[in-house]
Protein backbone atom coordinates (compact mmCIF):
# COMPACT_ATOMS: atom_id res chain seq x y z
CA UNK A 1 0.00 0.00 0.00
CA UNK A 2 1.30 3.54 -0.83
CA UNK A 3 2.19 6.24 1.95
CA UNK A 4 -1.23 8.62 2.29
CA UNK A 5 -1.22 12.01 3.27
CA UNK A 6 -1.78 12.09 7.23
CA UNK A 7 -5.01 12.42 8.73
CA UNK A 8 -7.59 10.03 9.82
CA UNK A 9 -9.48 8.31 6.65
CA UNK A 10 -13.50 8.84 6.05
CA UNK A 11 -15.33 5.77 5.71
CA UNK A 12 -14.68 4.57 2.04
CA UNK A 13 -17.66 2.87 0.08
CA UNK A 14 -17.53 -0.30 -1.47
CA UNK A 15 -15.97 0.99 -4.98
CA UNK A 16 -13.35 -0.97 -6.58
CA UNK A 17 -11.03 -2.97 -3.73
CA UNK A 18 -11.31 -0.59 -1.29
CA UNK A 19 -13.66 -1.61 1.89
CA UNK A 20 -14.54 -0.24 4.79
CA UNK A 21 -10.84 -0.85 6.86
CA UNK A 22 -8.96 -0.88 4.50
CA UNK A 23 -8.18 2.45 4.61
CA UNK A 24 -6.96 2.50 8.06
CA UNK A 25 -3.98 0.00 7.20
CA UNK A 26 -3.37 2.30 4.41
CA UNK A 27 -2.98 5.48 6.84
CA UNK A 28 -1.06 3.84 9.28
CA UNK A 29 1.69 2.92 7.02
CA UNK A 30 1.54 6.12 5.27
CA UNK A 31 2.51 7.70 8.97
CA UNK A 32 5.14 5.03 9.48
CA UNK A 33 6.59 5.91 5.99
CA UNK A 34 6.78 9.80 6.91
CA UNK A 35 7.74 9.09 10.13
CA UNK A 36 10.42 6.39 9.48
CA UNK A 37 11.19 6.98 6.65
CA UNK A 38 10.28 5.27 2.92
CA UNK A 39 13.60 3.02 3.19
CA UNK A 40 12.60 1.71 6.41
CA UNK A 41 9.07 0.85 5.94
CA UNK A 42 10.34 -0.78 2.29
CA UNK A 43 12.97 -3.02 4.64
CA UNK A 44 10.72 -4.49 6.74
CA UNK A 45 8.49 -5.10 3.58
CA UNK A 46 11.30 -7.26 1.46
CA UNK A 47 13.23 -8.24 4.37
CA UNK A 48 13.35 -11.72 3.11
CA UNK A 49 12.96 -13.17 -0.25
CA UNK A 50 12.18 -16.17 0.93
CA UNK A 51 8.93 -14.84 2.79
CA UNK A 52 5.41 -14.18 1.44
CA UNK A 53 5.64 -10.16 2.57
CA UNK A 54 3.46 -8.37 0.56
CA UNK A 55 5.04 -5.54 -1.30
CA UNK A 56 3.77 -2.65 -3.54
CA UNK A 57 6.76 -3.08 -5.66
CA UNK A 58 7.19 -4.04 -9.39
CA UNK A 59 9.87 -6.88 -10.64
CA UNK A 60 11.51 -5.74 -13.75
CA UNK A 61 12.73 -9.12 -14.25
CA UNK A 62 14.98 -11.56 -12.43
CA UNK A 63 18.85 -11.27 -12.98
CA UNK A 64 20.43 -14.69 -14.70
CA UNK A 65 22.08 -15.62 -11.37
CA UNK A 66 19.01 -15.22 -9.49
CA UNK A 67 17.26 -18.97 -9.10
CA UNK A 68 13.87 -19.78 -7.58
CA UNK A 69 13.82 -21.60 -4.76
CA UNK A 70 11.70 -24.69 -3.90
CA UNK A 71 8.64 -22.48 -3.58
CA UNK A 72 9.30 -20.69 -6.84
CA UNK A 73 10.59 -17.70 -5.24
CA UNK A 74 13.22 -15.81 -6.96
CA UNK A 75 16.36 -15.62 -5.22
CA UNK A 76 15.01 -17.00 -1.91
CA UNK A 77 16.47 -18.73 0.64
CA UNK A 78 14.55 -21.71 0.53
CA UNK A 79 16.35 -23.42 -2.13
CA UNK A 80 17.12 -26.21 0.37
CA UNK A 81 15.17 -27.46 3.59
CA UNK A 82 15.74 -24.76 6.91
CA UNK A 83 16.66 -26.26 10.29
CA UNK A 84 14.14 -28.78 11.98
CA UNK A 85 12.87 -29.74 8.76
CA UNK A 86 11.98 -33.58 9.04
CA UNK A 87 13.90 -35.65 6.84
CA UNK A 88 13.24 -37.56 4.05
CA UNK A 89 12.33 -40.95 5.01
CA UNK A 90 10.11 -39.10 7.16
CA UNK A 91 8.26 -37.14 4.66
CA UNK A 92 8.13 -40.36 2.22
CA UNK A 93 6.08 -42.03 5.30
CA UNK A 94 3.71 -39.10 5.87
CA UNK A 95 3.17 -38.94 2.41
CA UNK A 96 1.88 -42.36 2.03
CA UNK A 97 -0.13 -42.10 5.42
CA UNK A 98 -1.90 -39.20 3.28
CA UNK A 99 -2.26 -41.39 0.51
CA UNK A 100 -3.86 -43.70 2.41
CA UNK A 101 -6.29 -41.37 4.09
CA UNK A 102 -7.24 -39.80 1.14
CA UNK A 103 -8.02 -42.72 -0.83
CA UNK A 104 -10.48 -43.44 1.57
CA UNK A 105 -11.93 -39.37 1.92
CA UNK A 106 -14.77 -40.05 3.77
CA UNK A 107 -14.48 -43.32 6.04
CA UNK A 108 -11.31 -41.20 7.22
CA UNK A 109 -13.31 -37.85 7.78
CA UNK A 110 -16.34 -40.14 9.69
CA UNK A 111 -13.98 -42.58 11.78
CA UNK A 112 -11.05 -40.90 12.15
CA UNK A 113 -10.94 -37.17 12.20
CA UNK A 114 -8.51 -36.49 14.58
CA UNK A 115 -5.62 -38.48 12.81
CA UNK A 116 -6.20 -36.10 10.07
CA UNK A 117 -6.39 -32.98 12.44
CA UNK A 118 -2.76 -34.45 14.11
CA UNK A 119 -1.00 -35.11 10.81
CA UNK A 120 -2.17 -31.34 9.38
CA UNK A 121 -0.42 -30.18 12.72
CA UNK A 122 2.14 -31.84 11.78
CA UNK A 123 2.01 -30.24 7.75
CA UNK A 124 1.00 -31.63 4.97
CA UNK A 125 3.86 -33.14 2.54
CA UNK A 126 4.44 -30.61 -0.34
CA UNK A 127 3.53 -33.25 -3.29
CA UNK A 128 0.09 -33.45 -1.76
CA UNK A 129 -1.23 -30.00 -0.98
CA UNK A 130 -2.89 -29.76 -4.43
CA UNK A 131 -4.63 -33.14 -3.18
CA UNK A 132 -5.36 -32.17 -0.02
CA UNK A 133 -6.53 -28.69 0.37
CA UNK A 134 -9.87 -29.49 -1.54
CA UNK A 135 -10.53 -32.77 0.22
CA UNK A 136 -10.05 -30.40 3.41
CA UNK A 137 -12.13 -27.41 2.70
CA UNK A 138 -15.14 -29.48 0.48
CA UNK A 139 -14.02 -27.27 -2.83
CA UNK A 140 -14.09 -31.02 -4.50
CA UNK A 141 -17.83 -31.21 -3.52
CA UNK A 142 -18.53 -28.22 -4.58
CA UNK A 143 -16.93 -28.95 -8.41
CA UNK A 144 -18.70 -31.59 -8.15
CA UNK A 145 -22.00 -30.20 -7.94
CA UNK A 146 -21.39 -27.94 -10.22
CA UNK A 147 -19.27 -29.26 -13.05
CA UNK A 148 -19.47 -26.17 -15.44
CA UNK A 149 -20.17 -23.12 -13.18
CA UNK A 150 -16.39 -22.18 -13.26
CA UNK A 151 -16.22 -22.61 -17.25
CA UNK A 152 -19.37 -20.59 -18.06
CA UNK A 153 -17.92 -17.93 -15.45
CA UNK A 154 -14.16 -17.47 -17.04
CA UNK A 155 -16.17 -17.34 -20.61
CA UNK A 156 -18.18 -14.55 -19.33
CA UNK A 157 -17.24 -11.10 -19.37
CA UNK A 158 -16.46 -9.56 -16.38
CA UNK A 159 -17.90 -6.33 -14.71
CA UNK A 160 -15.75 -3.34 -15.99
CA UNK A 161 -15.32 -1.94 -13.13
CA UNK A 162 -14.17 -4.91 -11.02
CA UNK A 163 -11.69 -5.61 -14.43
CA UNK A 164 -10.38 -2.87 -13.65
CA UNK A 165 -9.50 -2.50 -10.19
CA UNK A 166 -8.40 -6.44 -10.38
CA UNK A 167 -6.18 -5.20 -13.44
CA UNK A 168 -4.48 -2.95 -10.87
CA UNK A 169 -3.88 -5.31 -8.30
CA UNK A 170 -1.96 -8.07 -10.32
CA UNK A 171 1.34 -7.05 -10.28
CA UNK A 172 1.41 -6.57 -6.27
CA UNK A 173 0.68 -10.55 -5.56
CA UNK A 174 3.62 -11.80 -4.79
CA UNK A 175 6.11 -10.08 -7.53
CA UNK A 176 8.93 -12.11 -6.38
CA UNK A 177 7.19 -15.24 -7.42
CA UNK A 178 7.94 -16.92 -10.80
CA UNK A 179 4.33 -17.41 -11.68
CA UNK A 180 3.62 -13.50 -11.23
CA UNK A 181 6.35 -12.27 -12.64
CA UNK A 182 5.13 -11.17 -16.12
CA UNK A 183 1.69 -9.37 -16.73
CA UNK A 184 0.91 -12.22 -19.60
CA UNK A 185 1.88 -15.45 -17.57
CA UNK A 186 -0.30 -17.75 -16.86
CA UNK A 187 0.36 -16.70 -12.86
CA UNK A 188 -1.42 -13.58 -13.30
CA UNK A 189 -3.68 -14.17 -16.28
CA UNK A 190 -5.34 -17.45 -13.62
CA UNK A 191 -5.32 -15.37 -11.08
CA UNK A 192 -7.41 -12.38 -13.38
CA UNK A 193 -10.02 -15.06 -14.02
CA UNK A 194 -10.13 -16.57 -10.66
CA UNK A 195 -11.19 -13.39 -9.43
CA UNK A 196 -13.24 -12.25 -12.00
CA UNK A 197 -15.40 -15.53 -11.67
CA UNK A 198 -15.72 -14.53 -8.21
CA UNK A 199 -17.49 -11.26 -8.81
CA UNK A 200 -19.61 -13.03 -11.04
CA UNK A 201 -20.33 -15.76 -8.85
CA UNK A 202 -20.71 -13.54 -5.68
CA UNK A 203 -22.48 -10.27 -7.43
CA UNK A 204 -23.19 -8.99 -4.54
CA UNK A 205 -19.75 -8.99 -2.40
CA UNK A 206 -17.83 -7.80 -5.27
CA UNK A 207 -14.26 -8.02 -5.11
CA UNK A 208 -12.23 -7.44 -1.88
CA UNK A 209 -8.24 -6.43 -2.59
CA UNK A 210 -7.62 -9.05 0.30
CA UNK A 211 -8.74 -12.08 -2.00
CA UNK A 212 -5.41 -10.93 -4.59
CA UNK A 213 -3.12 -13.27 -2.09
CA UNK A 214 -5.27 -15.66 -0.97
CA UNK A 215 -6.24 -16.94 -4.72
CA UNK A 216 -2.85 -16.61 -5.87
CA UNK A 217 -1.36 -18.72 -2.69
CA UNK A 218 -3.93 -21.52 -4.23
CA UNK A 219 -2.94 -20.80 -7.77
CA UNK A 220 0.24 -21.81 -6.73
CA UNK A 221 -0.43 -25.21 -5.22
CA UNK A 222 -4.30 -25.47 -7.36
CA UNK A 223 -5.64 -25.38 -11.22
CA UNK A 224 -7.60 -22.35 -11.75
CA UNK A 225 -11.33 -24.09 -11.79
CA UNK A 226 -10.23 -25.66 -8.43
CA UNK A 227 -8.43 -22.70 -6.87
CA UNK A 228 -11.49 -20.71 -7.64
CA UNK A 229 -13.64 -23.29 -5.56
CA UNK A 230 -11.50 -23.25 -2.84
CA UNK A 231 -11.56 -19.65 -2.94
CA UNK A 232 -15.27 -20.06 -2.61
CA UNK A 233 -15.02 -21.89 0.13
CA UNK A 234 -12.92 -19.72 2.43
CA UNK A 235 -14.97 -16.69 1.76
CA UNK A 236 -18.15 -18.37 2.65
CA UNK A 237 -17.83 -21.24 4.90
CA UNK A 238 -14.68 -20.66 6.68
CA UNK A 239 -14.88 -16.28 6.98
CA UNK A 240 -18.12 -15.35 6.17
CA UNK A 241 -18.51 -11.87 6.15
CA UNK A 242 -14.88 -10.57 5.96
CA UNK A 243 -14.47 -9.96 1.89
CA UNK A 244 -17.76 -8.24 1.95
CA UNK A 245 -18.88 -4.39 1.25
CA UNK A 246 -19.12 -3.55 5.26
CA UNK A 247 -16.58 -6.09 7.17
CA UNK A 248 -18.76 -6.64 9.70
CA UNK A 249 -16.79 -10.24 10.78
CA UNK A 250 -13.41 -8.58 10.36
CA UNK A 251 -14.95 -5.91 13.26
CA UNK A 252 -16.19 -8.46 15.43
CA UNK A 253 -13.18 -10.48 15.51
CA UNK A 254 -11.36 -7.31 15.95
CA UNK A 255 -12.77 -7.24 19.31
CA UNK A 256 -13.09 -11.01 20.36
CA UNK A 257 -8.77 -11.23 19.92
CA UNK A 258 -8.71 -7.91 21.81
CA UNK A 259 -10.76 -9.86 25.13
CA UNK A 260 -8.60 -12.90 24.38
CA UNK A 261 -5.40 -10.71 24.47
CA UNK A 262 -7.08 -8.97 28.01
CA UNK A 263 -7.18 -12.38 29.17
CA UNK A 264 -4.14 -14.48 27.99
CA UNK A 265 -1.24 -11.93 27.24
CA UNK A 266 -2.85 -8.62 30.18
CA UNK A 267 0.53 -6.76 30.03
CA UNK A 268 0.72 -6.81 26.27
CA UNK A 269 -3.43 -5.55 25.81
CA UNK A 270 -2.03 -2.91 28.69
CA UNK A 271 0.58 -1.74 26.68
CA UNK A 272 -1.21 -2.06 23.80
CA UNK A 273 -3.95 0.25 25.07
CA UNK A 274 -1.53 2.79 26.27
CA UNK A 275 0.08 3.53 22.90
CA UNK A 276 -3.39 3.68 21.47
CA UNK A 277 -2.90 0.52 18.71
CA UNK A 278 -6.23 -0.87 18.55
CA UNK A 279 -6.80 -4.30 16.38
CA UNK A 280 -8.26 -3.04 13.64
CA UNK A 281 -4.10 -1.23 12.79
CA UNK A 282 -2.72 -4.69 12.25
CA UNK A 283 -5.27 -7.88 12.62
CA UNK A 284 -7.38 -7.17 9.47
CA UNK A 285 -3.87 -7.72 7.24
CA UNK A 286 -3.45 -10.60 8.88
CA UNK A 287 -6.92 -12.29 9.10
CA UNK A 288 -8.00 -10.83 5.71
CA UNK A 289 -4.88 -12.54 3.86
CA UNK A 290 -4.46 -15.68 6.06
CA UNK A 291 -0.96 -14.26 6.80
CA UNK A 292 0.29 -14.82 3.86
CA UNK A 293 1.93 -11.56 3.75
CA UNK A 294 3.07 -11.65 6.97
CA UNK A 295 4.45 -15.09 7.45
CA UNK A 296 7.82 -16.69 5.78
CA UNK A 297 6.31 -18.94 2.93
CA UNK A 298 7.00 -22.14 4.40
CA UNK A 299 5.37 -20.95 7.51
CA UNK A 300 2.55 -19.96 5.65
CA UNK A 301 1.49 -23.13 3.89
CA UNK A 302 1.99 -24.63 7.31
CA UNK A 303 -0.89 -21.71 9.12
CA UNK A 304 -2.87 -22.67 5.99
CA UNK A 305 -2.83 -26.85 6.27
CA UNK A 306 -3.97 -26.03 10.18
CA UNK A 307 -6.33 -23.71 9.40
CA UNK A 308 -8.31 -25.67 6.55
CA UNK A 309 -8.34 -28.53 9.18
CA UNK A 310 -9.30 -26.87 12.07
CA UNK A 311 -10.70 -23.28 11.00
CA UNK A 312 -10.72 -19.76 12.24
CA UNK A 313 -9.49 -20.66 16.06
CA UNK A 314 -6.09 -21.21 13.92
CA UNK A 315 -6.06 -17.43 13.07
CA UNK A 316 -6.43 -16.81 16.66
CA UNK A 317 -3.59 -18.71 17.83
CA UNK A 318 -1.21 -16.93 15.29
CA UNK A 319 -2.02 -13.55 16.06
CA UNK A 320 -1.99 -14.05 19.72
CA UNK A 321 1.58 -15.73 18.95
CA UNK A 322 2.50 -13.02 16.87
CA UNK A 323 1.64 -10.60 19.56
CA UNK A 324 3.36 -12.40 22.27
CA UNK A 325 6.59 -12.44 20.08
CA UNK A 326 6.85 -8.67 19.62
CA UNK A 327 5.75 -7.35 23.02
CA UNK A 328 6.19 -10.50 25.47
CA UNK A 329 8.56 -9.21 27.22
CA UNK A 330 9.29 -6.02 29.50
CA UNK A 331 12.41 -5.52 27.40
CA UNK A 332 10.36 -5.37 24.19
CA UNK A 333 7.60 -3.07 25.49
CA UNK A 334 10.03 -0.27 26.81
CA UNK A 335 11.68 -0.09 23.31
CA UNK A 336 7.99 0.82 22.08
CA UNK A 337 6.73 3.77 23.57
CA UNK A 338 4.51 5.20 20.72
CA UNK A 339 2.37 3.91 18.22
CA UNK A 340 4.39 3.51 15.05
CA UNK A 341 7.63 2.23 17.10
CA UNK A 342 4.80 -0.52 18.69
CA UNK A 343 3.55 -0.95 14.89
CA UNK A 344 6.78 -1.54 13.31
CA UNK A 345 7.57 -4.26 15.96
CA UNK A 346 4.38 -6.49 15.38
CA UNK A 347 5.88 -6.18 11.21
CA UNK A 348 9.80 -6.88 12.25
CA UNK A 349 9.87 -9.94 14.46
CA UNK A 350 13.10 -11.93 13.45
CA UNK A 351 12.63 -14.93 11.00
CA UNK A 352 14.21 -16.87 13.10
CA UNK A 353 11.99 -16.82 15.29
CA UNK A 354 8.91 -17.40 12.69
CA UNK A 355 10.71 -20.84 11.41
CA UNK A 356 7.93 -23.15 10.45
CA UNK A 357 8.80 -26.26 13.56
CA UNK A 358 9.37 -23.80 16.24
CA UNK A 359 6.67 -21.45 15.53
CA UNK A 360 4.31 -23.84 14.96
CA UNK A 361 4.74 -25.59 17.85
CA UNK A 362 4.19 -22.31 19.58
CA UNK A 363 0.76 -21.69 17.82
CA UNK A 364 -0.68 -25.51 18.47
CA UNK A 365 0.05 -24.65 22.21
CA UNK A 366 -1.84 -21.28 22.50
CA UNK A 367 -4.71 -22.27 25.78
CA UNK A 368 -7.50 -21.26 23.13
CA UNK A 369 -9.94 -23.92 22.14
CA UNK A 370 -13.03 -23.77 20.12
CA UNK A 371 -15.56 -23.77 23.29
CA UNK A 372 -13.28 -20.73 24.54
CA UNK A 373 -14.04 -18.89 21.21
CA UNK A 374 -17.07 -19.12 20.46
CA UNK A 375 -18.15 -18.31 24.36
CA UNK A 376 -16.06 -15.26 23.50
CA UNK A 377 -17.83 -14.27 20.19
CA UNK A 378 -21.32 -14.49 21.95
CA UNK A 379 -19.96 -12.13 24.59
CA UNK A 380 -18.59 -9.51 21.80
CA UNK A 381 -21.09 -10.31 20.03
CA UNK A 382 -23.75 -9.07 22.89
CA UNK A 383 -21.71 -6.21 23.27
CA UNK A 384 -21.74 -4.87 19.53
CA UNK A 385 -23.56 -1.36 19.05
CA UNK A 386 -26.55 -1.65 16.63
CA UNK A 387 -25.85 -0.51 13.31
CA UNK A 388 -27.63 1.04 10.78
CA UNK A 389 -24.85 1.10 7.69
CA UNK A 390 -24.84 -2.62 7.64
CA UNK A 391 -25.87 -6.12 8.40
CA UNK A 392 -24.66 -7.18 11.76
CA UNK A 393 -22.50 -10.53 11.84
CA UNK A 394 -23.55 -14.05 11.58
CA UNK A 395 -20.78 -15.92 13.51
CA UNK A 396 -23.03 -19.12 13.02
CA UNK A 397 -22.51 -19.48 9.42
CA UNK A 398 -18.96 -20.14 10.01
CA UNK A 399 -17.95 -23.78 10.49
CA UNK A 400 -15.78 -24.41 12.59
CA UNK A 401 -13.16 -26.84 10.35
CA UNK A 402 -13.02 -29.62 7.79
CA UNK A 403 -14.90 -32.29 9.79
CA UNK A 404 -17.97 -29.67 10.43
CA UNK A 405 -17.74 -28.83 6.58
CA UNK A 406 -17.54 -32.56 5.83
CA UNK A 407 -20.80 -33.58 8.18
CA UNK A 408 -22.84 -30.54 6.79
CA UNK A 409 -22.23 -31.67 3.09
CA UNK A 410 -23.10 -35.08 4.50
CA UNK A 411 -26.13 -33.79 5.83
CA UNK A 412 -26.72 -32.31 2.41
CA UNK A 413 -26.66 -35.55 0.36
CA UNK A 414 -23.62 -34.98 -1.26
CA UNK A 415 -22.98 -38.42 -2.62
CA UNK A 416 -25.87 -38.68 -4.35
CA UNK A 417 -26.57 -35.01 -5.02
CA UNK A 418 -30.11 -35.05 -3.57
CA UNK A 419 -30.99 -34.63 0.05
CA UNK A 420 -31.73 -37.54 2.21
CA UNK A 421 -35.15 -37.96 3.70
CA UNK A 422 -35.79 -36.95 6.58
CA UNK A 423 -37.17 -40.03 8.54
CA UNK A 424 -41.25 -38.44 9.67
CA UNK A 425 -42.26 -39.08 13.76
CA UNK A 426 -46.23 -39.56 13.41
CA UNK A 427 -47.31 -39.32 17.34
CA UNK A 428 -50.85 -41.38 17.29
CA UNK A 429 -53.61 -39.67 20.09
CA UNK A 430 -53.94 -42.10 22.66
CA UNK A 431 -56.46 -44.31 23.41
CA UNK A 432 -58.72 -44.40 26.08
CA UNK A 433 -57.81 -46.21 28.61
CA UNK A 434 -59.93 -49.05 29.48
CA UNK A 435 -60.40 -50.49 32.78
CA UNK A 436 -59.04 -53.58 33.92
CA UNK A 437 -59.73 -56.62 34.00
CA UNK A 438 -60.92 -58.12 37.30
CA UNK A 439 -59.48 -61.41 38.12
CA UNK A 440 -62.36 -63.56 39.27
CA UNK A 441 -62.41 -64.02 43.43
CA UNK A 442 -61.58 -67.93 43.69
CA UNK A 443 -60.76 -68.01 47.18
CA UNK A 444 -62.84 -70.18 49.35
CA UNK A 445 -64.62 -71.42 46.43
CA UNK A 446 -64.28 -75.41 44.85
CA UNK A 447 -63.66 -75.54 41.33
CA UNK A 448 -67.41 -77.77 41.14
CA UNK A 449 -68.77 -74.40 42.41
CA UNK A 450 -66.98 -72.57 39.87
CA UNK A 451 -67.98 -74.86 36.71
CA UNK A 452 -71.76 -75.48 37.88
CA UNK A 453 -72.17 -71.56 38.55
CA UNK A 454 -74.53 -70.01 36.38
CA UNK A 455 -73.82 -67.57 34.00
CA UNK A 456 -77.06 -66.43 33.15
CA UNK A 457 -80.60 -66.32 33.70
CA UNK A 458 -81.89 -70.28 33.83
CA UNK A 459 -83.87 -71.37 31.18
CA UNK A 460 -87.37 -72.73 31.34
CA UNK A 461 -88.02 -75.98 30.23
CA UNK A 462 -87.13 -79.60 31.86
CA UNK A 463 -83.43 -79.72 33.21
CA UNK A 464 -81.15 -81.73 30.68
CA UNK A 465 -80.46 -84.76 32.35
CA UNK A 466 -77.39 -86.31 33.29
CA UNK A 467 -75.84 -89.88 32.49
CA UNK A 468 -75.31 -90.18 36.31
CA UNK A 469 -76.51 -88.90 39.71
CA UNK A 470 -73.49 -87.49 40.48
CA UNK A 471 -71.65 -84.76 38.63
CA UNK A 472 -67.47 -85.94 36.96
CA UNK A 473 -65.78 -83.65 39.42
CA UNK A 474 -67.60 -85.59 42.19
CA UNK A 475 -66.90 -88.99 41.06
CA UNK A 476 -63.72 -88.57 40.07
CA UNK A 477 -62.39 -86.65 43.26
Same mark, same amino acid.
Not at 436 to 447: A, D, E, H, W
Given at each position: ?182 ? *?????? @? %? #??? $?? =?????? !?? /? ?125 ? *?????? @? %? #??? $?? =?????? !?? /? ?124
Amino acid at each position: MGAQAPGWPEAASHAGSLHTLQPVVAWVWGTMAQALGEDLVQTLELQDDSSSLGSDSELSGPGPYRQADRYGFIGGSSAEPGPGHPPADLIRQREMKWVEMTSHWEKTMSRRYKKVKMQCRKGIPSALRARCWPLLCGAHVCQMNSPTTYQELAKAPGDPQWMETISRDLHRQFPLHEMFVSP *QGHGQQ @G %L #LQV $LK =AYTLHR !PE /QGYCQAQGPVAAVLLMHLPPEEAFWCLVQICEVYLPGYYGPHMEAVQLDAEVFMALLRRLLPRVHKHLQQVGVGPLLYLPEWFLCLFARSLPFPTVLRVWDAFLSEGVKVLFRVGLTLVRLALGTTE *QRLACP @G %L #LET $LG =ALRAIP !PT /QLQEEVFMSQVHSVALSEQDLQREIRVQLARLPESTSGPPPRPQARLPGAQAIFEAQQLAGVPGGTKPEVPRIVVQPPEEPRPPRRKPQTRGKTFHGLLTRSRGPPLEGPPRSHRGSASFLDTRF
